[in-house]
Each structure stands twice: as C-alpha cells, then as structure tokens.
C-alpha cells in the first residue's frame, strides 16, 4: 500500500524501518548468561537497547534469567520515575468509523455496537463527571472517521479545557485518533494538546493486512507507520506509540516497538513519550483469534523487556488488565495507568456497575473506581501522581530527556507528585484513602533531602490544605 501514498504528504524520514527478515533472525537464538548480563548492565546505565540486545532479553527464557530481568526492571523503575504513578482517565468522543478492524467492536460492519459522537453539551457532562472524581489528565479517544477531523478534535479539546467544576480542571488533554498529515496535527496542537497516540497495532506486515481489510483507511501500513514522525515535524513533541498483544508474535511485535522508538530517537533526537502495550480482549461483536494471545507469565516478561530497553519512555498500563495483574505488574516498569475508566460512549454519567459492551470498544478488566485504585497504590508504597507541570514549562520532547537523563526529573516530580496527590486528597478523597494518603506524604517528605525545595514544598502543602490555592508546581 505504500505506493499508493503520495509521499508528499509523509514525513522527511518516511520509510518502512519494520525488517522482518532480520527481526525473525534475531527471535532465533539462545542466549548465555554472560550476554544477558551485560546486556541488563547496559540497560541500568541507562541507555537505549538496540535490537539486538532486546532480542537478548526475549530469548533469556529460564526461570532464573526472567528473574534477572525482572529484578533489574524493578530497579531501573526506582531509578527513572521513582515510585510515582501517574493517573489519567478516557474518555471516547465517538465511534464512528471507517475501519473493519477484525479485532475491534467498533469496525464498520458490526451491527452490533450502538454509533454515537458526543456533542458539546454530553463532553462537557463527561468532563464534568470525571473532574468531581478528582481526574486531571484525560485522554480523548475517536473512531477513525472523516467527521473527526482535525477541526473537531481540536474543538473537542478546547471545550474539555473549558470545563470547571469546583476546584476540578482538567490540566493535560492527549489524543488517541487517527493518523493526519502535517496540517492536521498543527491545528490539533494548536489546541493545546499533551501526547498524540497511534498504535500500529501489529507491526507484522501480513498480519496488518489480514486484520485491517485492503480499502480501508487503517490498511496503510506507511501512512500509519510514519504517523508520529509527521507530528513530531508539525510541532507535536510528545507522541506515544503502542502495539495491540495478541495479534502476532509477541516478541516480534516488542522488537517492532523498540525499531519504532529508535527510528523516532534518531531521526527527532527523541523517542516516544510513551508506549502502550494491551492485550486483545473480548468486544461486542468480534470472534477473538486466540493464536497469539499473551498470557500473564509473557505479558510480565514483555512489559519488563520494554522497561529495560527504553529507559526514558513511560510505560502505560491500562484498564483492560484485570486488578490483580495490575498490581503485579506495576513493580516492572510502569509509570502511567487509567483508573476509573469507563469506556462506552457516555458511560461516565449514563453506566451502572457492569459494562455495557454494546457500547464500548472492548471489555475492560478492572472497572473499579478512582479512589479504590489510588488507596492500594498507597498501600503499595506508590504516590499517586496527576502532575503535569512539564508540558507547563516546556519540559518535552528533547528537553523532557535532557532533565530526564541526569537524574533531576526524580527530583521535580517527587514534590510534584505529592503536591498533586495532597490535592485529591484534600478535594475528593474518601476518609480511609485520606488516611492512607496523609501517612503516605509524612513518610516522603521524611526522605526529602533539608533544604530551600523541601521547605518550599511544606509551605505550599500547607496552603492546599488551608486554602483554595491549587495547581502550585515546580
């Protein structure tokens, strides 16, 4: 299909990166311990892995060697982002779409599935659902239709902005929609989005086109391989890739990543912001090919393999995982999850305890709400994040890594973070995630080294639970 594009519409970089014949080649090997162990130093240094090195890991398959992998991504987990866990909320604007996905309760062809596009006033009660929860960070999600349009996007943007409830606000809006050329992702940043996100899916060539039908517009490899590269040249720092588990291979579709972000890394001098990695689940209306489903002891691996060959790039968790895995998991690198996520079109105000498939792209696994997740991430050890301060100070794309690689982001977002938390607290919390959410912010500021940060730190804590006084970031 890449012919059929016409190339003055693609990136300055646009070129099919995925070699299958060498990534199939690299998925053929053992490794030995000595390997795996200079491999796993490289990656506690902080460096990205290439390809081959990742093929390292994949292949390091004995009991005491995922163990290896797991430890060291546990440790790099501390080392990078420390013990925050950033939180965000979807929200789905509309379903429509041209697609015949075969995989996705939203393809054309389902009879199934009920259409709708929020309109202005239906975002707004959404919005306004999520922000008295305590959200701050969403992400919009859109079918893959021409009446979502970069014109639409952006508005639907702007209104979330616009939206204020009490002391709730919605400070970070991403974008999960479909590739656009230049324009259309200059206008859409315009907007003031935070991170553009498109999953290849799958980036096995064959696969691609059996599950993504020829004639339809997901069916361009290219053109949605090269999407991100686009946005970054349009001025879209922050872009996030993803791959759906369960399509292919999952070691190939984990090297297929890591091509994607070294691509990106060496051609914009920064990688992806961040990188998604769901598992296919069950959906109105789709019949699952179960060949190449992950399971639990995989999906470990594969989310440690991407923590140790990506360093710097935010690992996200979502819902469609089941609570008990979450927690799990949450150890080997992850840095972002969703948490009380509903996902049918209106479900923030119109759903009831159980999912309504019909009107949701896939089941979720973990529909529990924002305030029972927050309590067991602090139960864990882990402070609840909802900080956006850099995209607020131009800490993105390649400044993001330059704050990142020293070591002094830890040191901006720890207080961030508990700024951030303290205002749930304050605002939303129930009275036990209260609880366990004061001892929490006792506790990290004990570990906070003395000085004119820390006191600053205390002051403007002080003033969140004194005062109206919000939003107060370094």
Known sequence: MASAIDRTHLSTSAEDFVDEPRILGLLDRSVEASELCDVIARSMAKEPLALEETAVLLAADRPEQVEAIFDAARQLKRDVYGNRIVLFAPLYIGNDCTNDCAYCAFRRTNKDVTRRTLDKAEIRAQVEALQNKGHKRLILVFGEHP?????????????????????????????????????????????GIGTYQIFQETYHHETFARVHPAGTYKSRYLWRLDGLARAMEAGCDD???????????????????????????????????????????????VKLDEEHLVGDADFKRLVAILRLSVPYTGLILTAREPAALRREVMAFGVSQIDAGSRIELGGYTEAGDTQQMDREQFELGDIRSLDDVIRELLADGYIPSFCTACYRLGRTGEHFMEFAIPGFIQNMCTPNALS?????????????????GDRLVRDELARLPEGTRKQELIARLRRIRQTDARDLYF
């Open 239 to 285: 872009v996030g890739i993803g791959a759906l588990f369960g399509l292919y291979d999952w070691r190939f579709e984990v090297l297929g990543l890591v091509a994607h972000a070294l691509h990106l890394q060496k051609h914009y001098n920064v990688g992806p912001h961040t990188i998604s990695f769901p598992r296919l689940r069950p959906a109105c209306g």
């Open 420 to 436: 951030t938390l303290t205002e749930y607290l304050v605002d939303y919390a129930s009275p036990e995630t209260r609880a366990a």
């Open 147 to 191: 009446r979502y349009s970069p014109e639409f996007i952006a508005d639907c943007v702007r209104e979330v902005y616009q939206v204020r409830t009490g002391r709730g606000e919605i400070r970070r809006v991403n974008i999960n929609a479909a590739p656009m050329d230049h324009a259309g992702y200059a206008a859409v940043k315009q907007a």
